[in-house]
């Protein structure tokens, strides 16, 4: 055995095992170059998933003939000038990228500076480098890859179908696009454009807001809540989305780090806690926030694909995120998203309601869509609460009067007309109509009273007359009574009583007559199913939820229309009650526009 250097060549090889994952990773170093050489427009071909091409275009500063050479020699960087890795400013720094791609696949760079007459172009095939030839090409770089890999069969081996791999391949550009609005992309597979956003002029707010609308939905831009905050030289941007858009994964959120696409537990953890009170535990919220720290506080030198960073003081990070975030969405007060009244109107145009007339498209007996009975089934069953029949005199309550002066417009809510079913109030408001959950409102708002009232030094409890003795089972007390001090901070005062029951004096005053026994046997079965280390304040959302829910404003109570406005007027005036802890909505709102067209009126 002998020891000995091993070839530029091979070294170069085994450096792109970490640099290019896999057809996607080139895609991103060589849009990153693209950026970093201050490109307006940047078009992205790719065929079969990148593995027999892959060409990125820019209109940047362009290459001379002979830093040709030089851009394909590894750890050659223009972008480290003073040798300082504490401040860098660019994508790239690492000088590694296009040696690694040209030891691993047949590369061709094209590249003309503003000043040259003439453009060149240089091959490079499995590290073999030729020399440069004047070619005629405009302004800016064009680089070349074929046959990704074909150097390193093990790592062909190991790459996904042509299909996934250019999914792969659309995320790294979206998420550079979404840092970079005032850069034009496009992204074709060979047959079309998948992919194609214009620079976006104007301010920076509104340009960001345009282009992660085209990439991440028109929803999301009209139902993003602006985020700006400083903590300590650390600037926080970007929009967070209100709690009920959400989705079943984490793929629509989004970090930037100056300017850098991340991915960071530190982020989808401070989003799990700025959303806890909001959303269920198996629900994402959509969000991109874009952090602007200085280069001293962070290590963006962690991994070769720089997709991770380090920061020096991550509580700090983690904190200003979940700060700006939770003040955001209370300021955001009742709103709740526009997805909601549109994902009503598409249920019923879609015919997915029964409900008769004009959008229900039900031709025949075949053309029923799948799993209607099933739907409409439920929907009557017993306990649903809309079990009556719908004209029944005492399935809704009306009696509220139309008085002719109200001026509507200072409702956001609007003003209550009528409760149908004893469970959801109907309000009118300026332009249309608002169907409230009155049972969701109310657990929101008796969760938010708990919270208000905790940070006001404690929950008001109320005596009761005849305490009250539950009886349950022996692990079922045990749990509770340990956690008897945290469930009296809550207005809930509980004390062991024999083996198998537990006593209660007190309950928060602010739940009214409440159904003490269903509650004590709920929080129980919460608390065995749940994180015996996560403190309940923490979960309040959920205790909260429990406990509203033997309350007093319950589905299937009849209110008057003073409690109905009384409700009303509440949600307006709190925060998060737009939704309940589960990112459900607690009301609907219809425009009249909207109701129009269901009727073929527009
Ligand atoms: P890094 O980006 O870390 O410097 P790369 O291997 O990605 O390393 O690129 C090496 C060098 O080649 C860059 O520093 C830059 O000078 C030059 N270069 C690469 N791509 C382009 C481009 N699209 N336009 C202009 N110069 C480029
Ligand atoms: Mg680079």
Known sequence: MTLRRLPENLVNRIAAGEVVERPASAVKELVENAIDAGASHIDILVRDGGRTQITVTDDGKGMSRDELPLAIERHATSKLPDDDLQNIASLGFRGEALASIGAVSRLQLTSRRPVDEEAWMLSVEGGVIGTPCPVAHPVGTRIDVRDLFYATPARLKFLKTPRAELGHVSEAVKRLAMAHPDIGFT??????????????????????????????????????????????????????????????????????????????????????????????????????????????????????????????????????????????????????????????????????????????????????????????????????????????????????????????????????????????????????????????AHERLVHERIKKSLEQGGVSRQGLLIPEVVEMDETAVDRLNGRADELFELGLTIEAFGPGALVVREVPALLGDCDIQGLLRDLADDLAEHDEALALKDRLGDVAAKMACHGSVRAGRRLNATEMNALLREMEATPHSGQCSHGRPTYVELKLADIEKLFGRR
């Open 187 to 440: 992204l074709n597979n060979g047959e079309r454009d998948m992919l194609r956003l214009a620079p976006s002029q104007g301010d920076l707010l509104g340009s960001r807001l345009e282009r992660l609308g085209a990439i991440m939905g028109r929803d999301f831009a009209d139902n993003a809540l602006s985020i700006d905050a400083e903590r300590e030289g650390v600037f926080l941007s970007g929009h967070a989305g209100l709690p009920t858009l959400n989705r079943g994964n984490a793929q629509m959120q989004f970090l930037f780090v100056n300017g850098r696409p991340v991915r960071d537990k530190l982020f989808y953890g401070a989003l799990r806690g700025a959303y806890r009170d909001f959303l269920a535990g198996d629900r994402y919220p959509m969000v991109a926030l874009f952090l602007d720290v200085p280069s001293d506080a962070l290590d963006v030198n962690v991994h070769p694909a720089k997709t991770e960073v380090r920061f020096r003081d991550a509580a700090l990070v983690r904190g200003l995120i979940v700060g700006a975030v939770k003040h955001a969405l209370a300021e955001a007060g009742h709103r709740a998203s526009t997805t909601v009244g549109h994902g009503a109107l598409a249920a019923v145009q879609s015919g997915s309601l029964p409900m008769g007339g004009g959008g229900g498209g039900y031709t025949g007996g075949s053309s029923f869509p799948a799993g209607l009975a099933e739907r409409a089934a439920s929907f009557f069953a017993p306990g649903s609460g809309l079990e009556a029949p719908l004209a029944a005199p005492d399935a809704f309550n009306v009696g509220v009067a139309v008085d002719e002066g109200e001026d509507l417009s200072d409702y956001p809510l609007g003003v209550a007309r009528a409760q149908l079913h004893e469970t959801y109030i109907v309000a009118q408001t300026v332009d249309g109509i608002v169907i409230v959950d009155q049972h969701a």
